[in-house]
């Protein structure tokens, strides 16, 4: 792999793949299932569920579900969509949700206004 790296260095990503699937077996280079479950247990309050996505890849459908089964459905789950002056609505959505207990899905942060959230 060291000539590899110094001949072609565009193909040495898949020649470590290979080598560890090989070496070591495919459950070293497939990352486990996402499980919402376990990732809630290690949250709270003050650390919430982050979701950074890669393109193609919703979570959406999988929270809905998941807050539905934890009594979180209909009125005390609110999603907004940030962008385009949303940020003090999202804003006031927080606000309300730590004052009743309900939860809020804000989708793509990276377009906030509102530094606040």
Known sequence: MT????????????????????????????????????CF????????LIFVLSPGADPMAGLLKFAEDKGFGGSKFNAISLGQGQGP????MIESAAEDGSWVALQNVHLAGCPQI
Not at 4 to 21: G, H, M, S
């Open 3 to 38: 000539v590899l790296r110094c001949i072609r260095p565009d193909k040495i990503v898949q020649a470590v793949t290979n080598f560890v699937e090989e070496k070591l077996g495919r459950h070293f280079i497939e990352p486990p299932p996402f499980n919402i479950a376990t």
């Open 41 to 48: 247990q290690d949250s709270n309050a003050i650390m919430p």
């Open 89 to 92: 609505i999202a804003k006031k």
